[in-house]
């Protein structure tokens, strides 16, 4: 069977910020919590990363705040010091706002889709894979209207554990 694309339903929308503390305290006051945070790129436990092609490698740095609003994840992410080039760069040119959409997909569908999107001129400008096996790929933005398109490839035992945490949809 040929599984289908994943991109009619968002699990989350990938938001920078330039005061992680600050946009928190506002998305509170409009209900919106509670928040897990970390620190992108240090073992923490879930989000150990196996290696990282993507947004300057292994070595940068982010802090970053999850929440679940409705049925959508909102990732909020603060590159304090100039340690995640990729959202230091949105700020930049765009300042605060949506960055990237993350989707969920099976295995099957991931790597289904990164050819599909291949085949049409649509190509991945990163990969990510976590010590857990969660696998990542990010879809070019110069050809999705500026916005980061994300796979995340999650291993079904790896639901229950993000399911536990309140951030899968």
């Known amino acids: 069977m040929i599984p289908k694309l994943p ?23 409009m209900g919106i919590g509670p928040w897990r945070r970390y620190i992108l790129g240090e073992n923490d436990g879930g989000h150990d990363f196996a290696f990282r092609e993507y947004a300057g490698g292994m070595e940068n740095r982010c802090k ?29 040119n765009h300042g605060e706002g949506i960055w990237h959409f993350g989707y969920s997909v099976t295995r099957e569908q991931y790597d289904w889709t990164i050819k599909e ?42 639901e229950d554990f993000f399911d536990t945490m309140g951030i899968m949809v």
């Open 64 to 92: 970053v705040a999850l929440a679940k609003a409705g049925n959508i994840v909102i990732e909020l992410f603060d590159p304090t010091g100039g340690q995640f080039p990729i959202v230091e760069n949105y700020l930049a």
């Open 117 to 158: 999107m291949e085949k049409v001129g649509i190509n991945v400008i990163g990969h990510s894979e976590y010590k857990n096996g969660v696998r990542m790929a990010f879809l070019d933005p110069a050809k999705t209207g500026g916005i980061v398109f994300q796979l995340h490839d999650c291993p079904p035992e790896m």
């Open 7 to 29: 991109f009619e339903h968002i699990a989350h929308l990938g938001w920078a910020v330039k005061d992680i503390d600050e946009t928190i305290k506002n998305f509170e006051l």
